[in-house]
């Protein structure tokens, strides 16, 4: 089983400000790794695939970046609605699919 | 718009079961491959099973294997978890997720853009 590891768990930002959160992988999942947001009491939302592929009706502040081993989600200038937790998972080596334990961008 | 309604979570004692539905529209049903994945309160997402369009293929992860029975009916366009001898550790809300894209094949399997609101399953004594 891949094992996916987020850093940091919390990351405190200001609105306006860039936000980069890490997603390690235990073993290579060469570009087959997904970011989801998740707000409160709601489902998860996929944002990016394929490492760097927005998914529909993402806005651009939001990239994503890395291969093999060592993921980067990037969020150019965090805005209000951006506050939520993250989550990566990997797609490349399953059953089972595999998430990160995610982390919690806070104000 | 794709639409995924899950239903059927409640509280079940230790034991107990329990069987979960997700109705589904907006989309071609049978052609797009389905999961589980469940969440505990406070806690992270896990996935639980895959179900393949034509039921070829039916995964589970290593916490739910020989408990839990995926199935689908793709006349009722409609999902399926029975959970059986249910424990305390699966308390969780339960979301059904659809592929990113139409296809049978595990290799393109694993994106998930739809997904339903949850149905809460609590397993308490």
């Known amino acids: 089983e891949i094992v996916m590891t987020q850093s940091p768990a919390t990351l405190s930002v200001s609105p306006g400000e860039r936000a980069t959160l890490s997603c390690r992988a235990s073993q290579s999942v060469t570009t087959n790794l997904a970011w989801y947001q998740q707000k409160p009491g709601q489902a998860p939302r996929l944002l990016i695939y394929?490492?760097?592929t927005r998914a529909t009706g993402i806005p651009a502040r939001f990239s994503g970046s890395g291969s093999g081993t060592e993921f980067t989600l990037t969020i150019s200038s965090l805005q209000s609605e951006d506050f939520a937790v993250y989550y990566c998972q990997q797609y490349n080596n399953w059953p089972p699919l595999t998430f990160g334990g995610g982390t919690k961008v806070e104000i | 718009e794709v639409q995924l309604v899950e239903s059927g979570g409640g509280l079940v004692q230790p034991g107990g079961s329990l069987r979960l539905s997700c109705a589904a529209s907006?989309?071609?049903?049978?052609?797009?491959?389905l999961h589980w994945v469940r969440q505990p309160p406070g806690k992270g997402l896990e996935w639980v099973s895959y179900i393949s369009t034509g039921i070829t293929s039916i995964y589970y992860s290593d916490s739910v294997k020989g408990r839990f029975t995926t199935s689908r009916d793709n006349a009722k366009n409609s999902l399926y978890l029975q959970m059986n001898s249910l424990r305390d550790e699966d308390t969780a809300v339960y979301y059904c997720?659809?592929?990113?894209?139409?296809?049978?094949?595990?290799?393109?399997?694993?994106?998930?853009?739809?997904w339903g609101q949850g149905t809460l399953v609590t397993v308490s004594s």
């Open positions: 907006g989309f071609t049903f049978s052609t797009y491959g």
């Open positions: 394929g490492s760097s």
């Open positions: 997720a659809r592929d990113l894209r139409p296809s049978n094949i595990i290799a393109v399997a694993g994106i998930l853009p739809s």
